[in-house]
């Protein structure tokens, strides 16, 4: 799991299996288009300049993982992953040029015959080779990514196994050729441009929407509800909103308690909501819980509710004469409507005469002010 790992290895793990991948892929576009320019594959050509595409990606990935891995600071208070997103969209741009530029090539080839290469049998072996080493690519840079929950790395992943299908395609491109069909080799090479589009496409899309601050997946979402609705002290969720950056989630969740409660155990509450979240989930890494007294999510936006100051002066208006002995006040703001809670002290208990004066001004209150809706009358013991 990735928690087994601090900051700094992760990072190792990361910039090594990317290492890895470049230097493979210098290897493998070396040979590739080596080959493919003297055994005259198109198609091998086509894939060696696909695994040139892929050194340039790793490079971008390396810059985004030494960026995206700095602290937050003033300036960039929820850290720097959005640096591996914007390079995932550089990395899926630069996919679709090179597929276009290919494809162009291979489609003058067959709209030209007389173009056509014909490839050698040398070329067969470094499709073979191709398709081994991206294979084993993909399984060693996936396996990181999951230990390191980088989406970049798995991105790249597969990546490195579209390079193995492509190559796949390459392979049976020119055996067709030897089989008696010119036109093959060009037209794989076309097929691996598709593909190389469709994955540049495919990363462009999903970064695009990181960037956006897409909410995370329905079942992800819904398996986030259960955890809160679950936390001790919590009655309801009414808004929740979440978001991705780089491998990290982000939520902000509305939950409802008891009305009834103090502000330090409703923060407990929200605290504890925070803690049972990034326990159950690896990559939550920020939550921001708001507390409600109830449901206010539809509440309208012009609701002015009586501030401290003025709920206080209207008791001081109306129980002028019993304020010096009010010992506190509190306020629960319910329904659009304030309730106040007068407490007195427990020596008042006996003074029948005193307190039934108190609870008629409180009456009053109750009649005469619209946005108070009730007034209770608490001894403090």
Not at 31 to 37: D, L, N
Not at 143 to 165: E, I, M, P, Q
Not at 248 to 268: K, L, N, P, Q, W
Request: proline letters at 2%; one cysteine or more.
């Amino acid at each position: 799991m990735a928690e087994a790992y601090n900051a700094d290895q992760v990072l190792k793990l990361k910039a090594r299996v990317t290492y890895v991948g470049a230097l493979i892929n210098i290897f493998l576009a070396i040979i590739k288009v080596g080959v493919g320019v003297f055994g005259q594959s198109a198609a091998l050509i086509a894939d060696g300049i696909h695994s040139l595409s892929d050194l340039v990606s790793d490079l971008f990935v390396i810059i985004a993982i030494k960026m995206g891995a700095r602290e937050a600071d003033h300036d960039h208070p929820y850290g720097h992953r959005r640096f591996e997103t914007m390079a995932t969209v550089l990395l899926g741009l630069g996919l679709v040029v090179v597929a276009g530029g290919i494809a162009w090539d291979a489609t003058e080839r067959l709209l030209h015959p007389e173009k056509l290469l014909i490839p050698n049998r040398e070329t067969l072996g470094v499709a073979i080779v191709s398709i081994l080493a991206n294979e084993w690519l993909f399984h060693y840079t996936k396996r990181v990514g999951d230990l390191t929950r980088s989406k970049l790395l798995l991105a790249n992943a597969w990546h490195h196994r579209s390079d193995a299908f492509s190559s796949i395609i390459v392979l049976f491109g020119i055996a067709a050729v030897f089989m008696g069909y010119p036109f093959a080799d060009a037209i794989a090479a076309v097929v691996v441009a598709v593909l190389i589009a469709k994955m540049g496409l495919f990363l462009v899309m999903e970064s695009i929407n990181e960037l956006v601050d897409s909410s995370l997946p329905e079942n992800y979402v819904r398996d986030i509800r259960r955890v809160i609705k679950q936390t001790q002290g919590v009655m309801s969720i009414h808004l929740l909103r979440t978001r991705r950056m780089g491998e990290d989630a982000y939520i902000d969740a509305h939950i409802v308690v008891d009305s009834r409660i103090s502000v330090s155990e409703g923060h407990m509450i929200g605290d504890r909501v925070r803690d049972d979240l990034k326990t159950e989930f690896d990559d939550v890494v920020d939550v921001l819980v708001h507390i409600d007294p109830e449901d206010d999510e539809f509440k309208g936006q012009n609701f002015k509710p009586l501030s401290r100051k003025q709920v206080q002066g209207y008791l001081e208006k109306y129980l002028a004469d019993f304020m010096h002995s009010v010992d506190e006040f509190r306020i629960h703001y319910l329904d659009g409507l304030v309730e106040v809670e007068v407490v007195l002290p427990y020596g008042m208990f006996n003074q029948k005469e005193q307190i039934d004066g108190l609870k008629k001004q409180c009456m009053l209150i109750e009649k005469e002010i619209d946005m108070i809706a009730k007034v209770y009358v608490f001894f403090k013991t």
